[in-house]
Protein backbone atom coordinates (compact mmCIF):
# COMPACT_ATOMS: atom_id res chain seq x y z
CA UNK A 1 0.00 0.00 0.00
CA UNK A 2 1.36 3.47 -0.80
CA UNK A 3 0.96 4.95 2.97
CA UNK A 4 4.23 7.22 2.90
CA UNK A 5 2.28 10.26 2.11
CA UNK A 6 -1.61 9.28 1.45
CA UNK A 7 -2.23 7.34 4.85
CA UNK A 8 -1.84 9.92 8.12
CA UNK A 9 0.40 8.42 10.60
CA UNK A 10 0.48 11.10 13.10
CA UNK A 11 -2.28 13.73 14.00
CA UNK A 12 -2.53 16.16 17.09
CA UNK A 13 -6.12 14.67 17.77
CA UNK A 14 -7.33 11.67 15.84
CA UNK A 15 -5.99 8.23 15.66
CA UNK A 16 -6.80 5.85 13.28
CA UNK A 17 -5.86 2.09 13.99
CA UNK A 18 -5.05 -0.09 11.53
CA UNK A 19 -8.41 -2.45 10.15
CA UNK A 20 -7.52 -5.68 8.66
CA UNK A 21 -5.69 -5.65 5.48
CA UNK A 22 -7.05 -6.80 2.00
CA UNK A 23 -6.46 -7.08 -1.21
CA UNK A 24 -8.42 -5.78 -4.22
CA UNK A 25 -7.87 -5.07 -7.96
CA UNK A 26 -7.96 -2.01 -9.88
CA UNK A 27 -8.02 -2.31 -13.90
CA UNK A 28 -5.96 -5.86 -13.32
CA UNK A 29 -3.66 -4.35 -10.89
CA UNK A 30 -3.62 -5.85 -7.26
CA UNK A 31 -3.87 -2.88 -4.41
CA UNK A 32 -4.29 -3.34 -0.39
CA UNK A 33 -6.38 -1.03 1.17
CA UNK A 34 -8.45 -1.77 4.47
CA UNK A 35 -11.73 -4.12 4.77
CA UNK A 36 -15.16 -1.51 5.30
CA UNK A 37 -13.32 1.77 4.07
CA UNK A 38 -15.13 3.17 0.97
CA UNK A 39 -13.81 1.90 -1.73
CA UNK A 40 -12.93 5.53 -3.27
CA UNK A 41 -10.99 6.20 -0.08
CA UNK A 42 -9.08 3.00 -0.92
CA UNK A 43 -7.91 4.17 -4.04
CA UNK A 44 -7.01 7.56 -3.02
CA UNK A 45 -5.02 6.10 -0.56
CA UNK A 46 -3.14 4.23 -3.45
CA UNK A 47 -2.67 7.65 -5.09
CA UNK A 48 -5.89 6.95 -8.09
CA UNK A 49 -7.36 10.14 -9.43
CA UNK A 50 -9.48 9.45 -11.92
CA UNK A 51 -12.49 7.22 -11.36
CA UNK A 52 -14.17 7.33 -14.61
CA UNK A 53 -14.30 9.62 -17.78
CA UNK A 54 -17.47 11.52 -19.05
CA UNK A 55 -17.55 12.73 -22.63
CA UNK A 56 -13.72 12.45 -22.85
CA UNK A 57 -13.18 14.67 -19.43
CA UNK A 58 -11.87 12.47 -15.77
CA UNK A 59 -13.90 12.44 -13.18
CA UNK A 60 -12.82 11.81 -9.56
CA UNK A 61 -14.15 11.74 -5.94
CA UNK A 62 -16.25 15.22 -5.18
CA UNK A 63 -18.78 14.44 -2.44
CA UNK A 64 -18.30 11.75 -0.39
CA UNK A 65 -22.13 11.16 0.41
CA UNK A 66 -23.68 9.29 -2.93
CA UNK A 67 -25.32 12.84 -4.38
CA UNK A 68 -22.91 13.43 -7.39
CA UNK A 69 -22.45 10.91 -10.09
CA UNK A 70 -18.64 11.55 -10.04
CA UNK A 71 -17.69 8.03 -8.26
CA UNK A 72 -19.97 5.72 -10.30
CA UNK A 73 -17.46 2.75 -11.18
CA UNK A 74 -18.03 -0.95 -12.19
CA UNK A 75 -17.38 -2.99 -8.64
CA UNK A 76 -16.89 -6.98 -9.68
CA UNK A 77 -18.56 -6.76 -12.68
CA UNK A 78 -21.56 -4.37 -11.65
CA UNK A 79 -21.91 -0.64 -13.06
CA UNK A 80 -22.72 2.58 -11.61
CA UNK A 81 -21.60 1.74 -8.06
CA UNK A 82 -20.95 4.54 -6.20
CA UNK A 83 -17.44 3.56 -4.69
CA UNK A 84 -17.50 6.42 -2.21
CA UNK A 85 -20.44 4.44 -0.20
CA UNK A 86 -19.61 0.58 -1.47
CA UNK A 87 -17.39 -0.69 1.32
CA UNK A 88 -14.06 -2.58 0.81
CA UNK A 89 -13.81 -6.46 0.62
CA UNK A 90 -11.52 -9.17 -0.18
CA UNK A 91 -11.22 -9.61 -3.80
CA UNK A 92 -12.97 -7.11 -5.48
CA UNK A 93 -12.56 -6.04 -8.64
CA UNK A 94 -12.58 -2.11 -9.79
CA UNK A 95 -12.59 -0.77 -13.08
CA UNK A 96 -13.46 2.44 -14.92
CA UNK A 97 -16.37 2.52 -17.34
CA UNK A 98 -16.45 4.83 -20.55
CA UNK A 99 -20.02 6.15 -21.24
CA UNK A 100 -21.02 3.24 -23.78
CA UNK A 101 -19.36 0.78 -21.47
CA UNK A 102 -21.26 1.79 -18.73
CA UNK A 103 -24.62 2.02 -20.54
CA UNK A 104 -24.27 -1.42 -22.20
CA UNK A 105 -23.06 -3.15 -19.09
CA UNK A 106 -26.39 -1.82 -17.24
CA UNK A 107 -28.91 -2.89 -19.92
CA UNK A 108 -26.95 -6.22 -19.46
CA UNK A 109 -27.29 -6.50 -15.48
CA UNK A 110 -30.86 -5.60 -15.78
CA UNK A 111 -31.83 -8.23 -18.09
CA UNK A 112 -30.17 -11.05 -16.58
CA UNK A 113 -32.02 -9.74 -13.01
CA UNK A 114 -35.27 -9.67 -14.47
CA UNK A 115 -34.77 -13.37 -15.86
CA UNK A 116 -33.25 -14.06 -12.34
CA UNK A 117 -36.76 -12.68 -10.85
CA UNK A 118 -38.96 -15.11 -13.09
CA UNK A 119 -41.34 -17.29 -10.69
CA UNK A 120 -39.31 -15.40 -7.50
CA UNK A 121 -41.05 -13.92 -4.34
CA UNK A 122 -39.41 -10.99 -3.64
CA UNK A 123 -41.82 -9.29 -1.33
CA UNK A 124 -40.06 -7.14 1.16
CA UNK A 125 -39.86 -7.39 4.94
CA UNK A 126 -42.10 -5.25 6.66
CA UNK A 127 -41.52 -2.96 9.67
CA UNK A 128 -44.46 -0.83 11.55
CA UNK A 129 -43.79 1.86 13.99
CA UNK A 130 -44.93 5.17 15.30
CA UNK A 131 -42.06 7.35 13.59
CA UNK A 132 -39.10 7.34 11.32
CA UNK A 133 -36.60 9.30 11.06
CA UNK A 134 -34.80 9.65 7.80
CA UNK A 135 -31.09 10.82 8.44
CA UNK A 136 -28.58 9.84 11.55
CA UNK A 137 -26.99 13.17 12.04
CA UNK A 138 -27.14 15.93 14.65
CA UNK A 139 -30.64 16.85 13.57
CA UNK A 140 -31.88 13.14 13.82
CA UNK A 141 -29.77 11.57 16.95
CA UNK A 142 -31.22 14.50 18.45
CA UNK A 143 -35.07 14.26 17.63
CA UNK A 144 -34.20 10.05 18.44
CA UNK A 145 -33.19 10.92 22.03
CA UNK A 146 -35.74 13.54 22.53
CA UNK A 147 -38.72 10.99 21.81
CA UNK A 148 -36.73 8.42 23.61
CA UNK A 149 -36.72 10.21 26.61
CA UNK A 150 -40.53 10.80 25.63
CA UNK A 151 -40.80 6.87 25.56
CA UNK A 152 -41.62 6.88 22.04
CA UNK A 153 -40.18 3.89 19.87
CA UNK A 154 -39.26 4.27 16.37
CA UNK A 155 -36.41 3.88 13.70
CA UNK A 156 -33.71 5.10 12.72
CA UNK A 157 -32.61 5.12 8.76
CA UNK A 158 -29.05 6.58 7.92
CA UNK A 159 -26.64 5.56 4.46
CA UNK A 160 -23.88 5.78 6.86
CA UNK A 161 -22.17 2.99 8.35
CA UNK A 162 -22.32 5.06 12.07
CA UNK A 163 -24.97 7.54 13.89
CA UNK A 164 -23.44 10.69 13.66
CA UNK A 165 -23.32 12.43 10.08
CA UNK A 166 -21.19 16.00 9.79
CA UNK A 167 -20.26 15.11 13.75
CA UNK A 168 -18.18 12.49 13.13
CA UNK A 169 -15.73 15.10 10.84
CA UNK A 170 -15.82 17.88 13.48
CA UNK A 171 -12.84 17.78 15.49
CA UNK A 172 -13.09 21.20 16.64
CA UNK A 173 -14.43 22.01 19.76
CA UNK A 174 -18.39 23.62 20.38
CA UNK A 175 -19.27 27.27 21.48
CA UNK A 176 -22.06 28.00 23.59
CA UNK A 177 -23.18 26.47 26.41
CA UNK A 178 -23.00 22.97 28.48
CA UNK A 179 -26.14 21.97 27.33
CA UNK A 180 -25.15 22.20 24.03
CA UNK A 181 -21.64 20.32 24.34
CA UNK A 182 -19.80 23.71 25.15
CA UNK A 183 -15.64 22.50 24.86
CA UNK A 184 -16.44 19.09 23.39
CA UNK A 185 -15.60 17.74 20.04
CA UNK A 186 -17.84 16.65 17.53
CA UNK A 187 -17.06 13.67 16.94
CA UNK A 188 -17.49 12.87 20.96
CA UNK A 189 -20.56 14.49 20.98
CA UNK A 190 -22.11 12.00 17.92
CA UNK A 191 -20.84 9.05 20.44
CA UNK A 192 -22.60 10.89 23.42
CA UNK A 193 -25.81 10.99 21.84
CA UNK A 194 -25.41 7.63 20.36
CA UNK A 195 -25.12 6.19 23.83
CA UNK A 196 -27.63 8.13 25.48
CA UNK A 197 -30.06 6.95 22.90
CA UNK A 198 -29.16 2.98 23.99
CA UNK A 199 -29.49 3.58 27.03
CA UNK A 200 -33.28 4.12 26.48
CA UNK A 201 -33.91 1.12 24.42
CA UNK A 202 -36.42 3.09 21.73
CA UNK A 203 -34.66 3.32 19.03
CA UNK A 204 -33.76 0.99 16.23
CA UNK A 205 -30.77 1.69 13.58
CA UNK A 206 -30.93 0.91 10.39
CA UNK A 207 -27.30 1.71 9.19
CA UNK A 208 -25.33 1.67 5.50
CA UNK A 209 -29.11 1.93 4.83
CA UNK A 210 -30.99 3.71 2.05
CA UNK A 211 -34.46 5.66 1.65
CA UNK A 212 -35.47 4.74 -2.32
CA UNK A 213 -38.81 5.85 -1.97
CA UNK A 214 -41.17 7.20 0.20
CA UNK A 215 -45.38 7.27 0.00
CA UNK A 216 -48.61 8.42 1.67
CA UNK A 217 -50.99 6.02 1.93
CA UNK A 218 -54.14 7.54 3.56
CA UNK A 219 -52.79 8.80 6.94
CA UNK A 220 -49.66 6.72 6.59
CA UNK A 221 -46.82 6.78 5.48
CA UNK A 222 -44.80 3.94 3.49
CA UNK A 223 -40.76 4.19 3.42
CA UNK A 224 -38.69 1.82 0.92
CA UNK A 225 -35.54 1.11 2.26
CA UNK A 226 -32.59 -0.62 1.10
CA UNK A 227 -30.50 -2.39 3.73
CA UNK A 228 -27.83 -5.45 3.64
CA UNK A 229 -28.83 -5.34 -0.18
CA UNK A 230 -32.57 -6.54 0.82
CA UNK A 231 -35.35 -4.33 0.30
CA UNK A 232 -37.52 -3.90 3.52
CA UNK A 233 -40.78 -1.74 4.27
CA UNK A 234 -41.61 0.39 7.13
CA UNK A 235 -44.83 1.51 8.07
CA UNK A 236 -45.30 4.98 10.39
CA UNK A 237 -47.73 7.13 11.22
CA UNK A 238 -45.01 10.27 11.26
CA UNK A 239 -41.62 11.05 9.61
CA UNK A 240 -38.66 13.28 10.77
CA UNK A 241 -36.79 14.71 7.61
CA UNK A 242 -33.21 15.08 9.10
CA UNK A 243 -31.61 14.72 5.70
CA UNK A 244 -28.51 17.57 5.65
CA UNK A 245 -27.51 18.94 3.20
CA UNK A 246 -25.51 18.76 -0.27
CA UNK A 247 -22.07 20.73 -1.55
CA UNK A 248 -22.66 23.93 -3.79
CA UNK A 249 -20.47 23.75 -6.91
CA UNK A 250 -18.49 26.79 -8.26
CA UNK A 251 -18.54 27.77 -11.90
CA UNK A 252 -15.11 28.01 -13.48
CA UNK A 253 -12.96 26.68 -16.45
CA UNK A 254 -11.96 23.07 -15.54
CA UNK A 255 -13.89 22.83 -12.47
CA UNK A 256 -14.91 18.88 -13.57
CA UNK A 257 -11.08 17.95 -12.64
CA UNK A 258 -10.00 15.08 -10.04
CA UNK A 259 -8.56 17.06 -7.12
CA UNK A 260 -11.75 19.31 -7.02
CA UNK A 261 -13.56 18.04 -3.63
CA UNK A 262 -16.45 19.74 -1.83
CA UNK A 263 -14.98 20.78 2.11
CA UNK A 264 -17.16 17.90 3.12
CA UNK A 265 -15.68 15.59 1.20
CA UNK A 266 -11.93 16.58 2.14
CA UNK A 267 -12.99 15.76 6.34
CA UNK A 268 -14.46 12.75 4.87
CA UNK A 269 -11.06 11.68 3.76
CA UNK A 270 -8.54 13.12 6.29
CA UNK A 271 -11.32 12.77 9.85
CA UNK A 272 -12.58 9.64 9.25
CA UNK A 273 -10.47 7.96 6.96
CA UNK A 274 -6.96 9.57 7.69
CA UNK A 275 -6.34 9.50 4.02
CA UNK A 276 -4.65 13.05 2.86
CA UNK A 277 -6.44 14.07 -0.53
CA UNK A 278 -3.13 16.18 -1.27
CA UNK A 279 -0.02 17.85 -1.09
CA UNK A 280 -0.51 20.96 -1.45
CA UNK A 281 -4.02 22.83 -1.36
CA UNK A 282 -6.36 26.02 -1.86
CA UNK A 283 -9.45 27.13 -0.17
CA UNK A 284 -12.05 28.58 -1.63
CA UNK A 285 -14.63 30.23 0.55
CA UNK A 286 -14.15 31.77 3.86
CA UNK A 287 -16.84 30.41 6.17
CA UNK A 288 -16.90 28.92 9.40
CA UNK A 289 -16.64 25.31 7.18
CA UNK A 290 -13.69 26.81 4.81
CA UNK A 291 -12.24 28.45 8.12
CA UNK A 292 -12.33 25.35 10.05
CA UNK A 293 -11.63 22.94 7.49
CA UNK A 294 -8.71 24.69 6.39
CA UNK A 295 -6.68 24.23 9.83
CA UNK A 296 -8.12 20.62 9.81
CA UNK A 297 -6.12 20.31 6.67
CA UNK A 298 -3.14 21.71 8.66
CA UNK A 299 -3.45 19.52 11.47
CA UNK A 300 -3.59 16.50 8.83
CA UNK A 301 -0.11 17.83 7.32
CA UNK A 302 -1.13 19.83 3.84
CA UNK A 303 -0.19 22.52 3.00
CA UNK A 304 -2.74 25.69 2.31
CA UNK A 305 -1.78 28.16 0.06
CA UNK A 306 -4.53 30.23 0.43
CA UNK A 307 -7.47 31.11 1.41
CA UNK A 308 -10.21 32.72 -1.88
CA UNK A 309 -12.96 34.52 -0.88
CA UNK A 310 -15.04 36.44 -3.48
CA UNK A 311 -16.68 38.94 -0.65
CA UNK A 312 -15.09 41.76 0.63
CA UNK A 313 -15.22 40.51 4.08
CA UNK A 314 -14.97 37.05 5.90
CA UNK A 315 -17.66 35.24 5.87
CA UNK A 316 -17.19 33.09 9.44
CA UNK A 317 -15.97 33.53 12.74
CA UNK A 318 -13.09 35.93 12.89
CA UNK A 319 -11.82 33.48 16.39
CA UNK A 320 -11.31 31.13 13.23
CA UNK A 321 -10.12 33.51 10.49
CA UNK A 322 -7.47 34.72 13.17
CA UNK A 323 -6.05 31.60 14.01
CA UNK A 324 -5.58 30.78 10.25
CA UNK A 325 -3.78 34.15 9.48
CA UNK A 326 -1.43 33.06 12.89
CA UNK A 327 -0.31 30.07 10.67
CA UNK A 328 0.45 32.42 7.92
CA UNK A 329 -2.30 31.95 5.38
CA UNK A 330 -3.16 34.48 3.37
CA UNK A 331 -6.82 35.17 2.72
CA UNK A 332 -7.68 36.80 -0.20
CA UNK A 333 -10.83 39.01 -0.04
CA UNK A 334 -12.39 39.80 -3.32
CA UNK A 335 -11.10 36.90 -5.39
CA UNK A 336 -12.33 34.04 -6.90
CA UNK A 337 -11.21 31.19 -9.29
CA UNK A 338 -10.77 31.86 -12.59
CA UNK A 339 -9.62 28.17 -13.68
CA UNK A 340 -8.07 25.08 -12.57
CA UNK A 341 -5.04 23.88 -14.04
CA UNK A 342 -4.43 20.41 -15.28
CA UNK A 343 -4.98 17.32 -18.10
CA UNK A 344 -5.87 14.39 -15.98
CA UNK A 345 -6.05 16.11 -11.89
CA UNK A 346 -5.39 19.27 -10.54
CA UNK A 347 -1.93 20.71 -11.32
CA UNK A 348 -2.48 24.41 -10.04
CA UNK A 349 -4.99 27.29 -10.17
CA UNK A 350 -5.25 30.81 -11.63
CA UNK A 351 -7.64 33.05 -9.18
CA UNK A 352 -8.59 36.48 -9.68
CA UNK A 353 -9.64 39.76 -8.10
CA UNK A 354 -12.74 41.04 -8.36
CA UNK A 355 -14.81 44.00 -8.25
CA UNK A 356 -18.01 45.46 -6.36
CA UNK A 357 -20.29 43.79 -9.06
CA UNK A 358 -17.75 40.90 -8.84
CA UNK A 359 -16.56 41.11 -11.94
CA UNK A 360 -13.48 40.09 -12.83
CA UNK A 361 -10.22 42.87 -12.85
CA UNK A 362 -7.50 42.16 -15.84
CA UNK A 363 -4.35 42.17 -14.75
CA UNK A 364 -4.63 40.91 -11.10
CA UNK A 365 -4.17 36.45 -12.26
CA UNK A 366 -2.22 34.95 -9.20
CA UNK A 367 -1.13 31.28 -9.95
CA UNK A 368 -0.45 28.53 -7.29
CA UNK A 369 0.87 25.42 -8.18
CA UNK A 370 -1.70 22.86 -6.10
CA UNK A 371 -2.87 19.28 -6.34
CA UNK A 372 -6.11 19.91 -4.09
CA UNK A 373 -8.91 22.98 -4.97
CA UNK A 374 -11.78 22.54 -1.84
CA UNK A 375 -14.59 23.78 -2.33
CA UNK A 376 -16.27 25.63 0.96
CA UNK A 377 -18.62 27.51 -0.87
CA UNK A 378 -22.31 26.78 0.58
CA UNK A 379 -24.83 24.28 0.73
CA UNK A 380 -28.23 23.06 -0.12
CA UNK A 381 -30.66 21.49 2.06
CA UNK A 382 -31.66 17.72 1.04
CA UNK A 383 -35.25 18.39 -0.30
CA UNK A 384 -36.12 15.65 -2.74
CA UNK A 385 -38.08 13.51 0.33
CA UNK A 386 -40.43 16.30 0.86
CA UNK A 387 -40.78 16.63 -2.31
CA UNK A 388 -41.51 13.20 -2.94
CA UNK A 389 -44.52 13.68 0.11
CA UNK A 390 -46.10 16.58 -1.45
CA UNK A 391 -44.40 18.91 1.08
CA UNK A 392 -45.00 22.85 -0.23
CA UNK A 393 -41.29 23.49 -0.82
CA UNK A 394 -39.92 27.05 -0.49
CA UNK A 395 -37.06 28.56 -2.32
CA UNK A 396 -35.15 30.95 -0.01
CA UNK A 397 -31.59 31.79 -0.78
CA UNK A 398 -30.83 32.58 2.47
CA UNK A 399 -31.70 29.53 3.85
CA UNK A 400 -29.48 28.09 1.41
CA UNK A 401 -32.38 27.12 -1.51
CA UNK A 402 -35.03 24.88 -2.13
CA UNK A 403 -36.57 23.34 1.27
CA UNK A 404 -40.19 22.57 2.38
CA UNK A 405 -42.32 24.89 3.90
CA UNK A 406 -42.53 24.52 7.93
CA UNK A 407 -43.88 26.54 10.63
CA UNK A 408 -41.74 27.16 14.22
CA UNK A 409 -42.91 23.57 15.48
CA UNK A 410 -41.11 22.14 12.56
CA UNK A 411 -44.26 21.20 10.99
CA UNK A 412 -44.56 21.04 7.27
CA UNK A 413 -47.38 21.42 4.66
CA UNK A 414 -47.96 17.80 5.41
CA UNK A 415 -49.76 16.51 8.68
CA UNK A 416 -47.02 13.86 10.45
CA UNK A 417 -44.13 15.10 8.23
CA UNK A 418 -41.72 17.43 10.15
CA UNK A 419 -38.15 18.59 9.31
CA UNK A 420 -34.81 19.24 10.91
CA UNK A 421 -31.82 20.41 10.67
CA UNK A 422 -30.19 21.58 7.17
CA UNK A 423 -32.98 20.26 5.48
CA UNK A 424 -35.20 23.02 6.96
CA UNK A 425 -32.36 25.59 6.25
CA UNK A 426 -28.45 25.79 6.62
CA UNK A 427 -27.20 26.53 9.96
CA UNK A 428 -24.61 25.51 12.47
CA UNK A 429 -24.93 22.21 14.17
CA UNK A 430 -25.96 23.43 17.81
CA UNK A 431 -28.94 25.11 15.69
CA UNK A 432 -29.60 20.90 14.31
CA UNK A 433 -29.88 19.70 17.77
CA UNK A 434 -31.93 22.04 18.95
CA UNK A 435 -34.41 21.40 15.81
CA UNK A 436 -33.94 18.11 16.91
CA UNK A 437 -35.67 18.77 20.13
CA UNK A 438 -38.43 20.63 18.03
CA UNK A 439 -39.18 18.22 15.78
CA UNK A 440 -39.36 15.54 18.15
CA UNK A 441 -41.56 17.02 20.45
CA UNK A 442 -43.87 18.31 17.76
CA UNK A 443 -43.65 14.73 16.46
CA UNK A 444 -44.86 13.21 20.02
CA UNK A 445 -47.82 15.53 20.39
CA UNK A 446 -49.01 14.76 16.96
CA UNK A 447 -48.84 11.49 18.15
CA UNK A 448 -49.88 11.09 21.52
CA UNK A 449 -51.28 14.80 22.31
CA UNK A 450 -49.62 17.77 24.14
CA UNK A 451 -47.95 17.18 27.74
CA UNK A 452 -46.18 18.99 29.86
CA UNK A 453 -42.77 17.20 29.29
CA UNK A 454 -43.16 17.71 25.56
CA UNK A 455 -44.04 20.94 25.91
CA UNK A 456 -41.21 21.76 28.46
CA UNK A 457 -39.07 20.50 25.97
CA UNK A 458 -39.92 22.31 23.05
CA UNK A 459 -40.22 25.84 24.77
CA UNK A 460 -36.58 25.29 26.10
CA UNK A 461 -35.80 24.79 22.65
CA UNK A 462 -37.03 27.26 20.72
CA UNK A 463 -35.85 29.97 23.59
CA UNK A 464 -32.32 29.21 23.50
CA UNK A 465 -32.29 29.03 19.67
CA UNK A 466 -33.80 32.37 19.50
CA UNK A 467 -31.08 33.54 21.62
CA UNK A 468 -28.58 32.00 19.11
CA UNK A 469 -30.39 33.37 16.14
CA UNK A 470 -29.50 37.00 17.86
CA UNK A 471 -26.06 37.10 16.29
CA UNK A 472 -25.43 39.84 13.94
CA UNK A 473 -23.62 36.98 11.98
CA UNK A 474 -27.26 35.06 11.79
CA UNK A 475 -29.07 38.17 9.91
CA UNK A 476 -29.35 36.31 6.89
CA UNK A 477 -31.12 33.47 9.18
CA UNK A 478 -33.36 35.87 10.32
CA UNK A 479 -34.38 37.25 7.22
CA UNK A 480 -34.77 33.47 5.52
CA UNK A 481 -36.87 32.69 8.38
CA UNK A 482 -39.36 35.36 8.03
CA UNK A 483 -39.68 34.74 4.31
CA UNK A 484 -40.75 31.47 5.00
CA UNK A 485 -43.21 32.41 7.45
CA UNK A 486 -45.43 34.80 5.29
CA UNK A 487 -45.69 31.96 2.13
Excluded at 52 to 69: E, L, N, T, Y
Aim: glycine residues 10%; hydrophobic residues 40%.
Amino acid sequence: MQEKFYRIKNHPILSFPEGKRVRFYFEGKELEGFEGEPIACALIANGIKVFRWKKGRPRGFFCAVGKCSSCLMTVDGKPNVMVCMERLKEGMRIERPSDQETATQEEERLRKEKEGAEGKDFLPAVYETDLVIIGAGPAGLSASLTLGNLGVRHIIVDDNPKPGGQLLKQTHKFFGSSELFCGIRGFEIARILKEEIEKLSCAKFFLSSSLIGAYRNDKEFECAVVTDEKLIKIKTKALIGALGACENFLLFENNDLPGIYGAGAVQTLMNLYGIRPGKKALMVGSGNIGLIVTYQMLQAGIEVLAIVEIMPEIGGYHCHAAKIRRMGIPILLSHTVKRAIGKDFVQGVVVVQVDKNFQEIKGTEKRFDCDLICLSVGLAPLSDLFSALGCKISYIPELGGYLPYHDEDLKTSIPGVFVAGDASGIEEASTAILEGRIAGSSAYEYLFGENKESSAIKKSAKKILSEIRQSPFLKKIEKGLKSLTVL
